[in-house]
């Protein structure tokens, strides 16, 4: 079955990079996501990067997927303490599911001064 | 535009009560989706909607939850009896696309109703 798999704490100080990586299971994804959920509020879609891609950038923001080792990474470039919070992964399942996202556990940032 | 609106926002309850969670989407979004996010954990999806009908209720325990979107806009979830593990929150999204696979999926999300079960 489809699995996401996310290291569940990072610790930055600000102005730092931040990496969080995530690992998932069906190589037929089309697109795979980053979702940022702020205490108490729900999930806010952050970037997105296409299969074709191996490499999208958004202002701070830079995703790289690599498709052989199914290998996905957001850098956060001049971190800033505005950026604490929980960052989420997800997929779409495999062939033949509806338009669906199933997400890892999530990445507990921490920018500390 | 305005968001996903939910509520109630908290809500706490015995076990075996009853308990129902409102949700309206964004204007215009045909696919609803309701998620549980146990604490330290993922959203995990429970039941998807596109327009009134279901497109995929699979993870839904069916024996106490159930969820209807009568006209295609609002929707409820509704827990009966709840038990001490359905302590979560619950989230409600929604999105524009079409309900197939592989097209990009944006969905937006209410901020969620916090249900703890004693």
């Known amino acids: 079955g489809e699995d996401v798999e996310q290291s569940l704490f990072l610790s930055v100080r600000e102005g730092d990079s931040s990496v969080i990586n995530c690992t998932y299971t069906d190589s037929s994804s089309t697109y795979l996501y980053w979702y940022k959920q702020e205490p108490g509020a729900g999930l806010q879609l952050l970037t997105y990067i296409f299969s074709n891609m191996d490499m999208k950038q958004d202002q701070r923001l830079t995703v790289l997927l690599n498709k052989k080792d199914k290998h996905l990474s957001l850098r956060i470039a001049d971190t800033q303490t505005g950026d604490s919070a929980i960052y989420f992964c997800a997929e779409p399942p495999g062939e033949g599911g509806y338009n669906k996202l199933i997400f890892g556990a999530g990445t507990r940032l921490a920018v500390h001064p | 535009e305005a968001g996903v609106a939910q509520s109630p926002r908290y809500k706490i309850i015995e076990k075996r009560q009853s308990v129902a969670f409102w949700c309206n989407p964004i204007?215009?979004?045909?696919?609803l989706y309701w998620y549980q996010q146990i604490l330290g954990q993922g959203p995990k999806l429970l039941i998807q909607?596109?327009?009134?009908?279901?497109?995929?209720d699979s993870q839904l325990p069916k024996d106490r939850f159930s969820a209807e979107r009568l006209k295609g806009v609002d929707s409820t979830l509704k827990i009966q009896p709840a038990k001490l593990e359905d302590s979560a929150v619950y989230l409600c999204a929604s999105s524009f696309n079409s309900p197939l696979a592989g097209g990009r999926n944006e969905q937006f999300f209410g901020p969620g109703t916090r249900l703890t079960v004693l």
């Open positions: 204007s215009g979004h045909a696919t």
């Open positions: 909607f596109q327009n009134n009908g279901v497109v995929d």
